[in-house]
């Protein structure tokens, strides 16, 4: 498609999807399928769903229609199987047992449509040491170790409880691939099946590469030591702290700069009128000191720097020098003042009758520089209900499938080839999930390899996880022969995922014009960081940057970015927000390319359903607003988005941290319903009746005082002991886990057995790395280890028609690597 048109009906359309979930993660799953022309009818119990308490819900629901049933009469019930009668897909965030009881177990729903791709998304999974568990956001990221990942983000001992919800994005994402994929396996089998994604593989995903080093201290103890960021003290520690250095402004404006390359660094020394540190011994090695003074005392200069501007002084820097580049730290709404996001149109607005006006994020997926879809209002509750239960009950159940075959399961997505031109890791990371499920991934790199591979201090820990499943071609691109190569490969791929930065592609002539000349059927995917033009489309995209602009940083640690009146006050400051921006485990890297995968997949099965799409684009920018919906919608009398207290424990009394006797617990206990569970399970520690706690909102109103209450209850056992008694009375209730999450899941037998698979590559020989993201009920999944630097260019050329003779002359012309 040429120009800016957009697609009517969307790629999805004449897809009926029938949503029963109740969380955001499912929510999510299925706005991104609304966005793309499903037609997704929500299912709300009478009353309404209670997503519509979140601020979210009128971007959550956008473009949906509304049915309400009663499922425990069998009126409700029967609408409902009608309406699963008919699907294409069904998705609910059910417990396990809960889906059983309700006879919406796989088995049930496959009797009532062959035909149906069925999602259940889960906090722990279906099956292992924890799918008994309640699957709460927190309690997931507290049982896996992720809130001690963010220690750090506090100023006590202990734990830090994360407000971006990492693990719903995870698990919201990943659902997304399974049933794109699982749709994508039905245009040829003509079946269906049952697709489980879940937070704990959902949030895993997210992390670049502290799996592996990781796995280097265990194998390898003496090879390395790891250093983090800061000392216990707060003082710097790490080289990569002065090129993304945080310091505020003269008048109290945030900013992450992003000077990583060594040229980029030089010239913010310059701009900082510090070059004649490079020549001075005192400074031999900057950014590598040898001595913690010395380390200190380059940080409060370079802080007291940043101070002796203000932001509008700064962005005079930034917008007449190209070699400087930082972000304000925002929040909330503010996130879509962003000028990269109007460029981009990537806000959109929407006149809602029950909200007013909506400014909200516009779909994850653009088509020729244009969202796929108008933003459209949520619905109120029922308003479909009478033709939604007119259809149910004239459904014709869908026709039985054929027998399966006698053969074994296959691969879905076997015989989908990816070209990869792209560095590091979010987008890359996108056509990598893709590999569990089958389709092939050549990833063309520079001779000397992709610059994630040697990040680490360890060869290859950088890139090992980046780089599970894939072919390395090495090659030199800015050569005539490289280029023809590159084409040649693009000239029987299905998909090509570029992640270059504004022009680059164009540059080195893989745009996609320049490919579809050789091949006209093939789906091109931009994965960049901001945009494929604008005011920051050009600029280098990292993680911290991006987390820094776009919310994620003040999100998790909103009065982190106050204090500015002293020295120590900056640099308490600056060190909670490089956690929130910077650790390796949860970062916008890996949301963004959770939604790169997404991307492929819609590519992908739009054109299998005959309906090929333009040039797609999925950014990091779009990705992390999309990621905080919660926090960056808005319109008038908008519900205050949650905020952790300023110690980190939560955000409220019934959904935080406690410290125990031994340890620490999380408690979730949010809905009336629970409340009752939890009065009666403490009844002998504490008293809970009165008038201060008997409704939800007189609750709400005392909410410091029965956080007082409960942290005096929980005081008294150790954590283990909370987490065995308030299981049993099915409160959701666990152990803060003080280990880091990749060594937990390396370390602990059971949880390996269930949540990672055994794979293989040249540096790391037999290892454990985490599974397919998703399960399928019938196709197959693989898991791979990584790749060496061209590995498997001779091996791709001859594919492509080159004897023996051509790749060596190709080598000895340093074409190839």
């Keep these: 498609m040429a120009g800016h048109e957009r697609r009517p009906g969307g790629p999805l359309a004449g897809i009926t999807v029938v949503d029963l979930s109740s969380t ?59 309406l699963i009668a008919t699907a294409d897909v069904f998705v609910m965030t059910l417990r396990p047992q809960t889906a059983a009881r309700l006879r919406l177990a796989p088995a049930d729903l496959a009797a009532l449509n062959p035909r149906l791709v069925s999602a259940a998304i889960t906090g722990f999974g279906a099956s292992g040491p924890w799918a008994h568990l309640k699957g709460y956001e927190g309690m997931v990221m507290a049982k896996l170790g992720m809130f001690q990942t963010k220690s750090r983000m506090v100023t006590r001992p202990g734990p830090a409880f994360v407000s971006v919800p990492y693990a719903g994005w995870g698990a919201s994402q990943t659902a997304v691939h399974g049933i794109l994929t699982a749709l994508f396996e039905r245009a ?13 593989r959902g949030v895993t995903a997210l992390d670049t590469w502290t799996w592996f080093t990781e796995m280097v201290g265990l194998r390898w103890p003496d090879a390395y030591q790891n250093v983090e960021a800061f000392t216990e003290d707060g003082e710097p520690q790490a080289p990569l702290v002065y090129p993304l250095l945080i310091a505020p402004t003269k008048d109290g404006h945030w900013l992450q700069f992003a000077q990583t390359a060594p040229r980029l660094f030089a010239a913010m020394l310059k701009e900082f009128g510090l070059t004649e540190m490079l020549a001075d011994p005192k400074w031999k090695g900057l950014p590598v000191l040898e001595t913690q003074e010395l380390r200190t005392e380059l940080w409060e200069i370079m802080i007291r720097k ?61 088509e020729n520089e244009m969202p796929l879809s108008a933003p459209r209002p949520a619905p109120r509750e029922d308003e479909h209900g009478d033709e939604l239960r007119q259809r149910a009950a004239s459904a014709a159940p869908a026709s039985p499938a054929a027998a399966p075959p006698e ?46 591979r040697n990040i680490g201090p360890f060869p290859e820990s950088g890139g090992a996880k980046v780089l599970q499943g894939k072919e390395s071609v090495a090659l030199d691109l800015t050569t005539e022969e490289g280029l023809r190569i590159v084409r040649e490969l693009a000239a029987k791929a299905d998909v090509v995922l570029q992640s270059f930065r504004a022009g680059a592609a164009e540059r080195a002539g893989v745009d996609a014009e320049a490919l579809r000349r050789v091949n006209p059927d093939l789906i091109y995917v931009n994965a960049p960081g901001y945009g494929t033009g604008g005011p920051s489309g050009k600029r280098p995209a990292y993680a911290p940057s991006i987390g820094a602009a776009f919310g994620l940083a003040l999100t ?44 492929i997949l819609l ?46 424990h939560g955000f409220n009394a019934l959904y935080r941290m406690y410290e125990a006797s031994e340890g620490w617990v999380f408690l979730a206990a949010p809905e009336p319903g629970e409340w009752e569970q939890l009065a009666a399970a403490l009844a002998g520690e504490a008293d809970l009746g009165g008038e201060r706690f008997a409704t939800r909102e007189a609750r709400r109103r ?72 998703v399960r399928f009920s019938r196709s197959a999944t693989r898991a791979e280890g990584g790749c060496s630097v061209g590995e498997h260019t001779d091996a791709v050329l001859s594919e492509l028609g080159y004897d023996e003779s051509a790749i060596a002359a190709l080598r000895e012309r340093g074409v190839i690597g």
């Excluded at 997505?413 to 499920?437: H, K, R, S």
């Excluded at 309906?611 to 797609?616: C, D, E, H, I, Y």
Aim: with cysteine; proline share 7%.
């Design 24 to 82: 955001f993660p499912g929510a999510q799953a299925t706005q991104f399928l609304a966005d793309a022309g499903a037609d997704v009818v929500q299912v709300e119990p009478p009353g309404g769903s209670p997503l519509r308490d979140r601020a979210a819900w009128p971007a959550l629901a956008r473009g949906k229609r509304s049915i309400s049933l009663d499922l425990h009469a069998d009126a409700g019930r029967a609408t409902l199987n009608g």
């Design 188 to 200: 040829s089998s003509g079946r269906g099946q049952h697709v489980e994604a879940d937070m704990v």
């Design 306 to 366: 940043v101070q002796e501007r203000t932001l509008a002084e700064w962005q005079q820097v930034f917008d007449t020098n190209p070699d400087i580049m930082a972000e304000v730290f925002r929040a909330g709404p503010d996130v879509l003042n962003h000028p990269q996001l109007d460029h981009d149109r990537r806000v959109a607005e929407v006149d809602d009758p029950e909200f007013g006006r909506v400014v909200q994020p516009s779909t994850l997926v653009h």
């Design 407 to 452: 053969a074994p399961p296959t691969l879905p997505l076997e015989g989908l080839t990816i070209l990869e031109l792209g560095t590091m890791f979010a987008g890359p990371y996108g056509a990598t999930v893709l590999t569990d499920f089958g389709a092939r991934v050549i990833k063309v790199e520079a001779k000397e390899g992709d610059g994630i």
């Design 556 to 599: 998790d640690a909103p009065d982190a970015a106050h204090a500015t009146e002293s020295l120590r006050e900056i640099k308490a400051g600056a060190m909670r927000l490089q956690t929130a921006t910077a650790v390796p485990t949860m970062q916008a890297d890996g949301i963004a390319a959770l939604g790169v995968a997404s991307t």
């Design 603 to 648: 590519g992908a099965l739009a054109r299998r359903l005959g309906r090929p799409m333009g040039q797609l684009t999925a950014t990091m920018v779009g990705s992390a607003t999309h990621a905080i919906l919660e926090q960056v919608v808005d319109y008038p009398g908008r519900a205050p988005a949650p905020a952790p207290d300023p110690d980190g």
């Design 702 to 773: 005392n909410d410091e005082a029965l956080a007082e209450t409960l942290a005096g209850v929980f005081s008294r056992r150790p954590a283990g002991e909370w987490e065995a008694l308030l299981t049993k009375a099915d409160v959701g209730c666990v152990q803060v886990t003080e280990r880091l999450p990749e060594l937990l899941l390396q370390t602990d037998e059971a949880l390996a057995a269930e949540y990672c698979v055994t794979a293989a590559n040249a540096i790391f020989d037999e290892h454990l790395r985490m599974g397919p993201l």
